[in-house]
Protein backbone atom coordinates (compact mmCIF):
# COMPACT_ATOMS: atom_id res chain seq x y z
CA UNK A 1 0.00 0.00 0.00
CA UNK A 2 2.65 2.63 1.06
CA UNK A 3 4.97 1.64 -2.12
CA UNK A 4 1.72 2.10 -3.91
CA UNK A 5 1.29 5.76 -2.49
CA UNK A 6 4.81 6.45 -2.66
CA UNK A 7 4.38 5.56 -6.54
CA UNK A 8 1.92 8.07 -7.30
CA UNK A 9 3.85 10.60 -5.59
CA UNK A 10 6.52 10.09 -7.66
CA UNK A 11 9.08 9.32 -4.64
CA UNK A 12 9.12 5.70 -4.55
CA UNK A 13 12.56 4.33 -5.55
CA UNK A 14 12.38 0.79 -7.41
CA UNK A 15 14.11 -0.96 -4.36
CA UNK A 16 11.88 1.36 -2.20
CA UNK A 17 8.99 -1.34 -1.96
CA UNK A 18 9.09 -2.43 1.57
CA UNK A 19 9.08 1.01 3.26
CA UNK A 20 10.52 1.93 6.74
CA UNK A 21 6.76 1.99 8.12
CA UNK A 22 5.64 -0.82 6.59
CA UNK A 23 8.50 -2.80 8.25
CA UNK A 24 7.56 -0.95 11.70
CA UNK A 25 3.93 -2.04 11.10
CA UNK A 26 4.71 -5.65 10.53
CA UNK A 27 6.62 -5.55 13.46
CA UNK A 28 4.15 -3.43 15.68
CA UNK A 29 1.91 -6.34 14.55
CA UNK A 30 4.17 -9.39 15.31
CA UNK A 31 4.95 -8.03 18.30
CA UNK A 32 1.25 -7.74 19.50
CA UNK A 33 0.85 -11.46 18.04
CA UNK A 34 3.66 -12.47 20.28
CA UNK A 35 1.92 -10.98 23.28
CA UNK A 36 -1.60 -12.60 22.57
CA UNK A 37 0.17 -16.06 22.06
CA UNK A 38 2.22 -15.16 25.40
CA UNK A 39 -0.82 -14.38 27.73
CA UNK A 40 -2.77 -17.47 25.89
CA UNK A 41 0.38 -19.74 27.06
CA UNK A 42 0.04 -18.58 30.30
CA UNK A 43 -3.23 -19.37 31.33
CA UNK A 44 -3.35 -23.25 32.08
CA UNK A 45 -6.30 -23.43 29.42
CA UNK A 46 -4.25 -22.62 26.31
CA UNK A 47 -5.50 -24.06 23.85
CA UNK A 48 -5.01 -22.69 19.98
CA UNK A 49 -8.50 -21.41 19.10
CA UNK A 50 -10.18 -20.15 15.58
CA UNK A 51 -11.20 -16.69 18.16
CA UNK A 52 -6.64 -16.33 17.61
CA UNK A 53 -6.37 -17.16 14.54
CA UNK A 54 -9.35 -15.19 13.80
CA UNK A 55 -7.53 -12.12 16.16
CA UNK A 56 -4.03 -12.30 14.85
CA UNK A 57 -5.70 -11.78 11.38
CA UNK A 58 -7.30 -9.17 12.24
CA UNK A 59 -4.22 -7.37 13.71
CA UNK A 60 -2.38 -8.27 10.09
CA UNK A 61 -5.43 -6.54 8.22
CA UNK A 62 -5.18 -3.14 11.08
CA UNK A 63 -1.43 -3.26 9.39
CA UNK A 64 -2.16 -3.24 6.02
CA UNK A 65 -4.67 -0.32 5.98
CA UNK A 66 -2.89 3.07 5.56
CA UNK A 67 -3.44 5.62 8.44
CA UNK A 68 -5.06 9.00 8.26
CA UNK A 69 -5.21 11.03 10.62
CA UNK A 70 -7.60 14.44 10.54
CA UNK A 71 -6.34 17.72 11.90
CA UNK A 72 -8.61 20.39 12.54
CA UNK A 73 -6.76 24.33 12.57
CA UNK A 74 -8.08 26.97 11.79
CA UNK A 75 -11.21 25.75 10.19
CA UNK A 76 -15.16 25.55 10.16
CA UNK A 77 -14.98 21.69 10.14
CA UNK A 78 -16.96 22.05 6.95
CA UNK A 79 -14.36 19.64 5.16
CA UNK A 80 -14.86 16.98 7.49
CA UNK A 81 -18.48 17.13 7.64
CA UNK A 82 -18.16 17.34 3.90
CA UNK A 83 -16.10 13.76 3.99
CA UNK A 84 -18.90 12.38 5.96
CA UNK A 85 -21.47 12.96 3.92
CA UNK A 86 -20.33 10.29 1.74
CA UNK A 87 -23.36 8.26 3.39
CA UNK A 88 -23.40 5.58 0.16
CA UNK A 89 -19.63 4.50 0.78
CA UNK A 90 -18.45 5.63 4.26
CA UNK A 91 -18.66 2.70 6.54
CA UNK A 92 -17.01 0.98 3.80
CA UNK A 93 -14.36 3.55 3.87
CA UNK A 94 -13.81 4.06 7.63
CA UNK A 95 -14.39 0.21 8.26
CA UNK A 96 -12.23 -2.02 5.70
CA UNK A 97 -10.52 0.79 3.94
CA UNK A 98 -8.65 2.93 5.85
CA UNK A 99 -7.37 2.78 9.62
CA UNK A 100 -8.68 6.68 11.03
CA UNK A 101 -5.50 7.00 14.42
CA UNK A 102 -5.69 10.83 14.87
CA UNK A 103 -8.25 13.00 15.35
CA UNK A 104 -10.67 14.47 17.74
CA UNK A 105 -13.78 14.80 15.63
CA UNK A 106 -14.14 11.41 13.57
CA UNK A 107 -11.96 9.12 16.65
CA UNK A 108 -11.25 10.68 20.28
CA UNK A 109 -7.51 10.32 19.83
CA UNK A 110 -5.30 14.08 20.09
CA UNK A 111 -1.60 15.14 21.19
CA UNK A 112 -0.72 16.54 24.49
CA UNK A 113 2.32 16.09 26.43
CA UNK A 114 1.30 12.55 27.70
CA UNK A 115 0.06 11.02 24.79
CA UNK A 116 2.16 11.11 21.78
CA UNK A 117 1.24 11.79 18.23
CA UNK A 118 0.76 8.18 16.59
CA UNK A 119 2.50 7.99 13.31
CA UNK A 120 0.33 7.89 9.94
CA UNK A 121 0.72 7.29 6.27
CA UNK A 122 -1.46 10.42 5.35
CA UNK A 123 -2.47 13.49 7.41
CA UNK A 124 -5.39 15.15 6.33
CA UNK A 125 -4.97 18.67 7.97
CA UNK A 126 -8.11 21.27 7.61
CA UNK A 127 -7.71 25.17 8.20
CA UNK A 128 -4.96 27.64 8.24
CA UNK A 129 -2.87 28.02 10.23
CA UNK A 130 -2.42 31.06 13.14
CA UNK A 131 0.95 32.52 14.05
CA UNK A 132 -0.36 33.05 17.31
CA UNK A 133 -1.43 30.33 18.31
CA UNK A 134 1.31 28.06 19.82
CA UNK A 135 -0.80 24.58 19.78
CA UNK A 136 -1.47 24.74 15.97
CA UNK A 137 2.17 25.85 15.28
CA UNK A 138 3.45 23.09 17.58
CA UNK A 139 0.85 20.60 16.49
CA UNK A 140 1.47 21.25 12.16
CA UNK A 141 5.30 21.00 13.27
CA UNK A 142 4.79 17.40 15.04
CA UNK A 143 2.87 15.80 12.36
CA UNK A 144 5.01 16.87 9.22
CA UNK A 145 7.32 14.65 11.18
CA UNK A 146 5.19 11.86 11.97
CA UNK A 147 3.03 11.64 8.44
CA UNK A 148 4.45 10.64 5.66
CA UNK A 149 2.24 12.71 3.33
CA UNK A 150 0.49 16.01 4.54
CA UNK A 151 -2.75 16.78 2.70
CA UNK A 152 -4.06 20.37 2.64
CA UNK A 153 -7.48 19.55 3.57
CA UNK A 154 -9.73 22.08 1.85
CA UNK A 155 -9.00 25.88 1.00
CA UNK A 156 -8.67 27.47 4.12
CA UNK A 157 -5.83 24.75 4.38
CA UNK A 158 -4.55 25.56 0.94
CA UNK A 159 -4.27 28.31 0.35
CA UNK A 160 -5.78 30.51 3.52
CA UNK A 161 -9.24 31.60 1.90
CA UNK A 162 -11.26 33.52 4.17
CA UNK A 163 -9.13 33.30 7.03
CA UNK A 164 -7.03 35.60 5.02
CA UNK A 165 -9.05 38.52 5.74
CA UNK A 166 -8.65 38.22 9.45
CA UNK A 167 -7.01 41.20 11.12
CA UNK A 168 -7.96 39.96 14.71
CA UNK A 169 -10.46 42.18 17.09
CA UNK A 170 -12.57 39.28 17.43
CA UNK A 171 -14.15 38.26 20.79
CA UNK A 172 -12.54 34.88 22.02
CA UNK A 173 -8.97 35.87 21.00
CA UNK A 174 -8.77 39.12 19.82
CA UNK A 175 -4.82 38.90 19.46
CA UNK A 176 -5.14 36.12 17.11
CA UNK A 177 -4.86 37.92 13.71
CA UNK A 178 -2.53 36.34 11.30
CA UNK A 179 -3.52 33.05 9.60
CA UNK A 180 -1.22 31.32 6.86
CA UNK A 181 -1.95 28.19 4.39
CA UNK A 182 -0.05 25.14 5.16
CA UNK A 183 2.35 25.37 2.63
CA UNK A 184 4.31 28.70 4.15
CA UNK A 185 4.76 26.95 7.16
CA UNK A 186 5.41 23.26 5.87
CA UNK A 187 5.83 20.81 3.24
CA UNK A 188 2.10 20.02 1.25
CA UNK A 189 2.16 16.44 -0.95
CA UNK A 190 -1.19 17.19 -2.20
CA UNK A 191 -4.25 19.43 -1.76
CA UNK A 192 -8.00 18.75 -1.84
CA UNK A 193 -9.36 22.10 -2.77
CA UNK A 194 -12.96 23.67 -2.31
CA UNK A 195 -14.80 25.65 0.43
CA UNK A 196 -15.57 23.06 1.65
CA UNK A 197 -14.09 20.31 -0.70
CA UNK A 198 -16.68 18.47 -2.28
CA UNK A 199 -17.79 14.66 -0.74
CA UNK A 200 -16.71 13.15 -3.84
CA UNK A 201 -13.48 14.68 -4.40
CA UNK A 202 -12.89 13.60 -0.88
CA UNK A 203 -13.95 9.72 -1.43
CA UNK A 204 -12.40 9.69 -4.95
CA UNK A 205 -8.87 11.05 -3.41
CA UNK A 206 -8.86 8.46 -0.98
CA UNK A 207 -10.00 5.42 -3.29
CA UNK A 208 -7.45 6.70 -5.73
CA UNK A 209 -4.85 6.68 -2.85
CA UNK A 210 -5.50 3.25 -2.06
CA UNK A 211 -5.58 1.82 -5.77
CA UNK A 212 -2.60 4.24 -6.29
CA UNK A 213 -4.38 6.59 -9.37
CA UNK A 214 -1.58 8.97 -10.44
CA UNK A 215 -3.57 10.17 -13.22
CA UNK A 216 -6.39 11.60 -11.13
CA UNK A 217 -4.05 12.65 -8.39
CA UNK A 218 -1.40 14.84 -9.94
CA UNK A 219 -3.66 18.01 -10.80
CA UNK A 220 -3.18 17.51 -6.44
CA UNK A 221 -0.05 17.56 -6.46
CA UNK A 222 0.21 20.33 -8.80
CA UNK A 223 -1.55 22.80 -6.31
CA UNK A 224 -0.25 21.59 -3.37
CA UNK A 225 2.33 24.40 -2.95
CA UNK A 226 -0.02 27.14 -4.58
CA UNK A 227 -0.88 29.18 -1.64
CA UNK A 228 -2.61 32.13 -3.46
CA UNK A 229 -5.75 31.84 -4.97
CA UNK A 230 -8.88 34.22 -6.17
CA UNK A 231 -11.28 34.91 -8.92
CA UNK A 232 -8.26 36.77 -10.74
CA UNK A 233 -6.71 33.47 -11.95
CA UNK A 234 -9.44 32.81 -13.90
CA UNK A 235 -8.35 36.25 -15.79
CA UNK A 236 -4.47 36.11 -15.37
CA UNK A 237 -3.88 32.12 -16.41
CA UNK A 238 -6.93 31.22 -18.81
CA UNK A 239 -8.58 34.31 -20.17
CA UNK A 240 -5.48 36.27 -21.07
CA UNK A 241 -3.66 32.90 -22.54
CA UNK A 242 -6.58 32.64 -24.85
CA UNK A 243 -7.75 29.54 -23.20
CA UNK A 244 -10.92 30.54 -22.12
CA UNK A 245 -14.08 28.51 -23.62
CA UNK A 246 -16.81 30.64 -21.71
CA UNK A 247 -17.62 27.31 -20.77
CA UNK A 248 -19.45 28.79 -17.41
CA UNK A 249 -17.56 26.09 -14.89
CA UNK A 250 -16.00 29.09 -13.28
CA UNK A 251 -19.50 30.28 -12.43
CA UNK A 252 -21.09 27.13 -11.04
CA UNK A 253 -18.88 26.22 -8.69
CA UNK A 254 -18.64 29.75 -7.61
CA UNK A 255 -19.66 29.17 -3.66
CA UNK A 256 -20.18 32.75 -3.39
CA UNK A 257 -21.51 34.11 -6.38
CA UNK A 258 -18.48 36.11 -7.21
CA UNK A 259 -18.38 35.18 -10.65
CA UNK A 260 -20.87 35.94 -13.63
CA UNK A 261 -19.68 34.91 -17.50
CA UNK A 262 -20.10 38.52 -19.34
CA UNK A 263 -20.13 37.85 -23.34
CA UNK A 264 -18.71 34.69 -22.87
CA UNK A 265 -16.20 35.39 -20.14
CA UNK A 266 -15.47 34.98 -16.36
CA UNK A 267 -15.86 38.58 -14.67
CA UNK A 268 -14.68 38.60 -10.90
CA UNK A 269 -16.51 40.53 -8.47
CA UNK A 270 -13.83 41.18 -6.00
CA UNK A 271 -16.12 41.98 -3.11
CA UNK A 272 -17.52 38.90 -3.08
CA UNK A 273 -14.55 36.76 -3.39
CA UNK A 274 -13.49 34.64 -0.60
CA UNK A 275 -10.05 33.54 -1.82
CA UNK A 276 -10.99 29.76 -2.03
CA UNK A 277 -9.14 29.05 -5.33
CA UNK A 278 -12.54 26.42 -6.69
CA UNK A 279 -13.23 28.61 -9.78
CA UNK A 280 -9.29 28.18 -11.44
CA UNK A 281 -8.62 24.38 -9.97
CA UNK A 282 -12.39 23.32 -11.72
CA UNK A 283 -11.74 25.12 -14.79
CA UNK A 284 -11.19 22.15 -17.41
CA UNK A 285 -8.51 24.37 -19.06
CA UNK A 286 -6.39 25.31 -16.16
CA UNK A 287 -5.52 21.06 -16.23
CA UNK A 288 -7.47 18.51 -18.93
CA UNK A 289 -6.34 14.93 -18.39
CA UNK A 290 -6.87 14.56 -22.54
CA UNK A 291 -4.38 10.90 -21.61
CA UNK A 292 -6.42 9.65 -19.40
CA UNK A 293 -9.89 10.64 -21.14
CA UNK A 294 -8.93 9.44 -24.74
CA UNK A 295 -7.80 6.08 -22.44
CA UNK A 296 -11.40 5.95 -20.96
CA UNK A 297 -12.68 6.21 -24.49
CA UNK A 298 -10.62 3.33 -25.72
CA UNK A 299 -9.25 6.20 -28.02
S1 LIG B 1 -14.36 27.47 -16.34
FE1 LIG B 1 -12.51 28.15 -17.42
S2 LIG B 1 -13.00 27.84 -19.58
FE2 LIG B 1 -14.94 27.79 -18.47
S3 LIG B 1 -15.70 29.93 -18.50
FE3 LIG B 1 -14.54 29.71 -16.62
S4 LIG B 1 -12.46 30.40 -17.19
FE4 LIG B 1 -13.53 30.00 -19.10
S1 LIG C 1 -14.26 33.81 -7.57
FE1 LIG C 1 -15.50 32.41 -6.33
S2 LIG C 1 -14.65 30.35 -6.71
FE2 LIG C 1 -13.12 31.86 -7.42
S3 LIG C 1 -11.75 32.16 -5.69
FE3 LIG C 1 -13.32 33.75 -5.54
S4 LIG C 1 -14.92 32.87 -4.21
FE4 LIG C 1 -13.62 31.17 -4.88
Not at 160 to 175: E, H
Not at 254 to 260: E, Y
Request: hydrophobic share 35%; charged share 25%; proline share 5%.
Amino acid sequence: MLARIKRWLGLAKPDDDQSKLEEAARKKAEEQKKLEEQKLQESESYKPTQKTEESSQEVENVAEKPRIGYFHLSGCTGDVMSLSENYDILSELLTNMVDIVYGQTLVDVWWDDENPMPEMDLALVEGSVCLQDEHSLHELKELRKKATYVAAFGSCAKNGCFTRFSRGGQQAQPKHESFVPLSDLVKVDLAIPGCPASPEIIAKTVVALINGDLDYLQPMMDVAACNQNCGCDLQTNIVNKALCTGCGTCAMVCPTRALTINEGRPECNKARCIKCGSCYTHCPRSWFPEARIKQDLGL
